[in-house]
């Protein structure tokens, strides 16, 4: 057998692991888009990507690593900097308590309102629970904590500003949720801005409470 140049086979082009992590989360979450969190195997993310399935293996662990990436990624759930809408957090706790939870409950509709793809996997996780919808949560419940343990400690009544923020967060949640599909909510338009900006309104007067 020749060893010669010309019978050598051609070198093998380096990996490029950025690209192939992008590659890999954009398969993820085009299948949970399409298919829930039934629809993630490796195998199935690994042809969607156009890349060995092993690459997720390396790179991430496995499968729920590669998930728990996406989950803690600075673009794909709102930040705790997202929730405060560019101001710091002395910046927020120089407003009254009930402006900070308008302003961070409207915040957060907003990013999702910019988030197809989290909207879509919300609705997926209402339907199904698995060790992958465990880390998604986990990764929201972590940031909900945070704002509350940073922004929010000066509320004496704890108990109450956890039940409101639960009301609240859900509240505008559902009706990011619903506004995918349908317009319409107790005759609010949901596809436009001002209607928005009235919830924010709304949420500061149903917040007064706090600032007691």
Same mark, same amino acid.
């Given at each position: 057998?020749?060893?010669?140049?010309?019978?050598?086979?051609?070198?093998?082009?380096?990996?490029?692991?950025?690209?192939?992590?992008?590659?890999?989360?954009?398969?993820?979450?085009?299948?949970?888009?399409?298919?829930?969190?039934?629809?993630?195997?490796?195998?199935?993310?690994?042809?969607?990507?156009?890349?060995?399935?092993?690459?997720?293996?390396?790179?991430?662990?496995?499968?729920?690593?590669?998930?728990?990436?996406?989950?803690?990624?600075?673009?794909?759930?709102?930040?705790?900097?997202?929730?405060?809408?560019?101001?710091?957090?002395?910046?927020?706790?120089?407003?009254?308590?009930?402006?900070?939870?308008?302003?961070?409950?409207?915040?957060?509709?907003?990013?999702?309102?910019?988030?197809?793809?989290?909207?879509?996997?919300?609705?997926?996780?209402?339907?199904?629970?698995?060790?992958?919808?465990?880390?998604?949560? =986990?990764? %929201?419940?972590?940031?909900?904590?945070? #704002? @509350? *343990?940073?922004?929010?400690?000066?509320? !004496?009544? =704890?108990? %109450?500003?956890?039940?409101?923020?639960? #009301? @609240? *967060?859900?509240?505008?949640?559902?009706? !990011?949720?619903?506004? %995918?599909?349908?317009?319409?909510?107790?005759?609010?338009?949901?596809?436009?801005?001002?209607?928005?900006?009235?919830?924010?309104?709304?949420?500061?007067?149903?917040?007064?409470?706090?600032?007691?």
């Amino acid at each position: 057998m020749s060893n010669s140049p010309e019978s050598a086979p051609p070198p093998r082009a380096p990996r490029n692991r950025a690209l192939t992590e992008a590659k890999l989360r954009k398969a993820v979450e085009d299948l949970l888009v399409e298919g829930g969190f039934s629809a993630l195997t490796p195998s199935a993310v690994g042809r969607r990507a156009g890349v060995d399935k092993m690459l997720i293996y390396r790179y991430f662990g496995d499968l729920r690593g590669l998930v728990r990436a996406i989950a803690y990624a600075e673009d794909f759930f709102p930040t705790f900097e997202v929730m405060c809408g560019g101001l710091s957090a002395p910046q927020m706790l120089a407003l009254p308590v009930n402006e900070r939870a308008a302003l961070v409950i409207f915040n957060n509709a907003r990013a999702l309102l910019e988030r197809p793809v989290v909207l879509e996997l919300m609705v997926w996780e209402l339907v199904e629970r698995n060790a992958l919808t465990a880390i998604m949560e =986990e990764a %929201r419940e972590a940031l909900g904590l945070r #704002l @509350l *343990s940073e922004l929010f400690s000066d509320v !004496a009544d =704890e108990k %109450r500003l956890r039940s409101i923020a639960a #009301l @609240l *967060s859900a509240g505008v949640t559902y009706l !990011a949720l619903r506004r %995918r599909k349908i317009r319409w909510y107790s005759g609010v338009d949901l596809t436009l801005d001002e209607s928005w900006t009235d919830f924010a309104d709304a949420i500061a007067l149903m917040t007064a409470t706090l600032n007691a």
